[in-house]
């Protein structure tokens, strides 16, 4: 199937500040964590933060992977690795992962180790910071590595004010603030997945076209979520409004003069997917 396409106005001005200030923070860390939509591990994706990064160690964590179709996370990790890259998976939401994470970042920070144990500076710890685009769950997975220990967080200095490096396990700490990257959305591939995963603010696309190609892409590629959940037929010469009107009948979307709510219908198409309602499903190709 062709990827849904879907345009998102884009105003790319207003990243300078936050570029600057995650430049800043990149300097206090060992090892970076790019948190990623395990449904979306393509598109959500920060090219801004690879050449932000330049050598420094990165870990690719697949995050909300419980929501996510399990043969295509498969394959996605397994194409990542194969680009060389450090990867694991997460659910964060459900303590899911974290072990493995912690694993990741040690491995990932392993070369700096050796190099500070041979000049005699051993002692210190490993300090991370968690990235991302806006909803992959950032801020989740920092309250869960941080746990009881955020209480406890101390200011150093130079650290911008607010910001505290906590404990998360022996020999390293997290920056208790996450950096937030701009998504890519000059791709209106990207611009679909990113919108229907919610890291996009609505005002800068149509929704319901977001759920109109939604509905689209899920009758092709995931029609058994349909089927199951909305208790309807999908014949294979369906047409995309077929489904919709399938499914509007199914929950009682209909005006008053028998006419299909489209507007509702495809509201709580979205609602189910971004919930996890519908069940597990993965938008990037591999
Ligand atoms: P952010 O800091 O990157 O912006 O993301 P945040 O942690 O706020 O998480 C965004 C949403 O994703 C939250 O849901 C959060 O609960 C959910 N989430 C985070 N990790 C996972 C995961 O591993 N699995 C699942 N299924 N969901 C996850 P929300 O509905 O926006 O908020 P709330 O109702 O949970 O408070």
């Known amino acids: 199937m062709k990827r849904p396409q879907l345009a998102i106005q884009w105003f790319p001005g207003h990243m300078t500040r936050a570029k600057r200030m995650i430049e800043a923070q990149l300097k206090l860390i060992d090892v970076a964590v790019e948190l990623l939509d395990a ?121 911008t004010r607010g910001q505290q490096w906590v404990h998360i396990a022996q020999g390293m700490e997290l920056l208790d603030t996450p950096g937030v990257l701009s998504p890519k959305l000059e791709d209106g591939g990207v611009g679909f997945a990113l919108a229907v995963t919610g890291a996009i603010k609505e005002e800068v696309f149509d929704r319901e076209q977001a759920a109109l ?25 369906d047409s995309v409004d077929d489904v919709v009107a399938k499914i509007a009948v199914s929950r009682g979307c209909i005006k008053t003069g028998g006419s299909v709510d489209v507007q509702r219908v495809l509201s709580l198409i979205l609602r189910d997917f971004r919930s996890g309602r519908l069940g597990r499903a993965t938008l990037d190709p591999v």
């Not at 932000?52 to 160690?57: E, R, T």
């Not at 009758?219 to 014949?235: C, G, H, K, T, V």
């Open 39 to 159: 449904r979306a591990p393509r598109s959500s994706r920060s090219p801004l933060l690879g050449q932000l990064l330049k050598d420094k160690p990165r870990v690719l964590a697949l995050n909300k992977a419980d929501m996510a179709d399990s043969a295509a996370t498969a394959r996605h990790l397994a194409a990542m690795k194969e680009e060389g890259c450090q990867v694991c998976l997460l659910a964060a939401a459900k303590d899911k992962g974290l072990k493995e994470l912690l694993t990741a970042i040690r491995e990932a920070a392993r070369p700096a180790l050796e190099k500070w144990q041979k000049r005699g500076l051993g002692k210190r710890a490993v300090r991370v910071m968690i990235l991302g685009i806006p909803n992959v769950g950032k801020s989740t997975l920092i309250n869960r590595l941080a746990g009881k220990n955020k209480a406890a967080a101390e200011d150093r200095p130079g650290v």
């Open 213 to 237: 190609l939604l509905t689209d892409f899920l009758a092709d590629a995931y029609p058994q979520l349909l089927r199951q959940n909305y208790s309807i037929d999908i014949e294979t010469d």
